[in-house]
DNA sequence: TCTGGGGTCCTAGGACCC
DNA sequence: TCTGGGGTCCTAGGACCC
């Protein structure tokens, strides 16, 4: 029988953020989304105070000025960075590894003896080097080990440990009566409400709910939900990240947007960020499609939302190629007259950069330009983003995200590094 | 005044093929 | 008048995850 744990970092985005900043310690931290927007991370500290997730900032911030929050704008080349140094000292204590998220992963654990000892030593070599606290949760499925990893968040007699073998069976399923449906891996809020009209309200609920039913009322993923929960082990430990189907890149912007070349601006900048994304898997793709819309929340507004697909003659990863397709989209899908909000571009039919089916007709491109990309990509690797882009990105920056409260990027850029 | 940005998988139904 | 059986592919929509 497999076993697996899963280790997450603790209110990851808030940890980031105090491991520079000592004087911060025991202190409400509270990180926001894109454009300053929502909450999206808040240490415990926070939680206590009340401040849920999700919610908008503007709703929260006499209460964040009350209690002295520190507030942060999320602060991408940060978290990334720590997040690579995470799964780096978590994958040492692993057989095998699956990055699941920016802050969770699974890893293997067959044949280890002591799990407790083991664990807590996981623990603490990721505070010790990384500087961020974790859990971890061990169980013979990955559902069971993400609820187990939700048990050691929970009851603090756990510190931050817990394996559902350390209980007897009587036991186990007396912990999981008290877990709500909704907590379980893969049981949203939908499915949550239909459950409980079936009379199934907690994860031990679920756990007895018979399969063939589950299946013929939701699909199979919740039935095989409930034989994860049973400890039939379903989904595999995927060591391999898969290549991405799909590349999206869009942003809201800070304020609203009317004219055709701000738009052209960002969607420029999108189109060159989603193919410098394809190009870091090797992959072409086929399609570029556009997407613009105006503020769903302005219902005083009138509301418009554009999405225009366009397919290229060859496959392609080249940012200018891709750029070209999506102001041809964008031209397409603009209507004057709104007040926009946000813009994006998708990329879609992604495949293998070495398999491309050429057209028997169009000129083929030239080959060159796949080394000019690569000489792209590595100045702006080695002198940070943004050294060399299009000039079509530049034309105009009234569509800039705000990003008020953003920490330095202590550990990716040299001009942010911290002084000691 | 202020409301994120990514992704995946499954199903149902229609078009179409032999 | 009667009108099969087996399949694939595509799309839209819905659900989930972080």
Not at 67 to 87: I, P, T
Request: glycine share 6%; net charge positive.
């Amino acid at each position: 029988m497999p076993l697996f744990a899963l280790v997450d970092g603790n209110s990851f985005y808030a940890s980031c953020e105090g491991v520079f900043r000592p004087d911060l310690i025991g202190k409400p931290i509270v990180v926001l989304s894109n454009n300053d927007g929502c909450v999206v991370a808040r240490s415990a500290e926070a939680k206590a105070l009340g401040i849920k997730g999700f919610v908008p900032f503007f709703e929260i911030r006499h209460l964040c000025q009350k209690h002295d929050v520190a507030v942060f704008s999320s602060n991408y080349a940060l978290y990334g960075d720590m997040s690579q140094r995470m799964m780096q000292v978590i994958g040492r204590w692993g057989i095998d590894q699956e990055v699941y998220s920016v802050d969770e992963s699974f890893i293997t654990l067959d044949g280890i003896p002591d799990l407790r000892e083991h664990a807590t030593r996981l623990r603490a070599d990721v505070l010790q080097r990384v500087g961020i606290p974790t859990c971890v949760g061990i169980g013979p499925s990955k559902t069971l080990a993400k609820l187990a990893n939700h048990v050691g968040k929970v009851y603090p007699r756990a510190q931050g440990v817990f394996a559902w073998h350390w209980l007897t069976p009587e036991w186990q399923d007396k912990l999981m009566a008290r877990i709500a449906v909704g907590e379980v891996w893969g049981i949203g809020r939908r499915i949550a409400e239909r459950l409980a009209a079936m009379g199934i309200h907690s994860a031990l609920d679920l756990k007895h709910a018979d399969p063939r039913d589950i299946k013929r009322q939701f699909n199979v993923v919740v039935e095989r939900t409930v034989a994860e929960l049973n400890g039939i082990s379903c989904l595999a430990l995927e060591d391999v990240a898969p290549a991405k189907q799909q590349i999206i890149a869009s942003r809201s912007f800070a304020e609203l947007v009317h004219d055709f070349d701000t738009l052209a601006s960002a969607i420029s900048h999108h189109a060159c960020r989603a193919a410098e994304k394809l190009r870091r898997q090797h992959s072409h793709a086929r399609l570029v499609a556009v997407s613009i819309r105006t503020n769903r929340f302005r219902q005083q507004d009138a509301q418009y939302a554009g999405w225009e697909v366009y397919p290229l003659i060859h496959p392609s990863s080249d940012s200018a190629t891709i750029t070209a397709a999506a102001l041809a989209g964008l031209r397409r899908v603009y209507r004057p007259g709104y007040s926009y909000k946000k813009a994006g571009v998708v990329l879609m039919e992604i495949g293998p950069a070495d398999r491309v089916q050429p057209d028997l007709f169009a000129p083929t491109p030239d080959p060159r330009r796949g080394r000019v990309m690569a000489v792209m990509d590595h100045i702006n690797r080695e002198y940070g983003r943004g050294t060399l882009r299009l000039a079509s990105e530049k034309l105009h920056s009234g569509w800039a995200m705000r990003q008020e409260k953003r920490s330095p990027r202590w550990t990716t850029c040299w001009r942010e590094l911290p002084v000691v």
